[in-house]
């Protein structure tokens, strides 16, 4: 046990993703880009609804200063027999938590940051019962799918004590 914390140290210093050593413990931090590599793996993502075809891809994390979330934004497409495809924008927003079990990030409370169609702002338009029906289905999106891993082969997921953003960094803590 102690000789593969020692390993994941000297991993992780060698990545250069050390953020701080201190009091509560190792933490490293994982950039907007490697979020993005993970989610490109999981994408695209397809699902046949009774009104038409509703594609997500091309996605994309964001870490902005000065909030304590993970965006998440995709090209989403929309496309049945009545019109011609659509294409648009969406970006979402949540909170990371990390799952011990499957070594995994997931999202969580989700906000609908950003939906845009053709050129149109559709985001403002989601309000009552409209929200009150998607936001449950993205939720659900964000608890089965992972925006980040660690490598499942290894011992890491067992000393992660703390997940974070701040600074528009996400920030992992490693304990004992």
Same mark, same amino acid.
């Given at each position: 046990? @102690?000789?593969?914390?020692?390993?994941?140290?000297?991993?992780?210093?060698? %990545?250069?993703? *050390?953020?701080?050593?201190?009091?509560?413990?190792?933490?490293?931090?994982?950039?907007a %880009?490697?979020?993005?590599? %993970?989610?490109?793996?999981?994408?695209? *993502? %397809?699902?046949?609804?009774?009104?038409? @075809?509703?594609?997500?891809?091309?996605p994309?994390?964001?870490?902005? /200063?000065?909030?304590?979330?993970?965006?998440?934004?995709?090209?989403?497409?929309?496309?049945?027999?009545?019109?011609?495809?659509?294409?648009?924008?969406?970006?979402?927003?949540?909170?990371?938590?990390? +799952?011990? @079990?499957?070594? /995994?990030?997931?999202?969580?409370?989700?906000?609908? +940051?950003?939906?845009?169609?053709?050129?149109?702002?559709? /985001?403002?338009?989601?309000?009552?019962?409209?929200?009150?029906?998607?936001i449950?289905?993205?939720?659900? *999106?964000?608890?089965?799918?992972?925006?980040?891993?660690? +490598?499942?082969?290894?011992?890491?997921?067992?000393? *992660?004590?703390?997940?974070?953003?701040?600074?528009?960094?996400?920030?992992?803590?490693?304990?004992?």
């Amino acid at each position: 046990m @102690k000789k593969n914390l020692i390993l994941l140290l000297i991993t992780l210093f060698l %990545s250069g993703c *050390v953020h701080s050593i201190n009091q509560q413990g190792l933490t490293i931090r994982v950039p907007a %880009s490697q979020i993005t590599q %993970s989610l490109e793996q999981q994408f695209p *993502v %397809s699902q046949n609804f009774q009104y038409g @075809k509703v594609t997500l891809q091309n996605p994309k994390a964001l870490l902005q /200063a000065g909030s304590d979330r993970v965006q998440a934004g995709t090209t989403i497409g929309f496309s049945n027999t009545l019109i011609p495809a659509q294409t648009g924008s969406l970006m979402i927003s949540g909170k990371p938590i990390f +799952d011990a @079990k499957t070594g /995994a990030v997931y999202l969580t409370q989700p906000n609908i +940051d950003k939906l845009e169609f053709n050129g149109y702002k559709l /985001a403002s338009f989601m309000q009552g019962p409209l929200k009150d029906a998607i936001i449950p289905l993205i939720n659900e *999106v964000f608890r089965t799918r992972p925006i980040y891993r660690l +490598d499942q082969n290894s011992l890491q997921s067992a000393f *992660v004590k703390n997940i974070r953003v701040v600074n528009g960094e996400l920030l992992l803590t490693f304990g004992l």
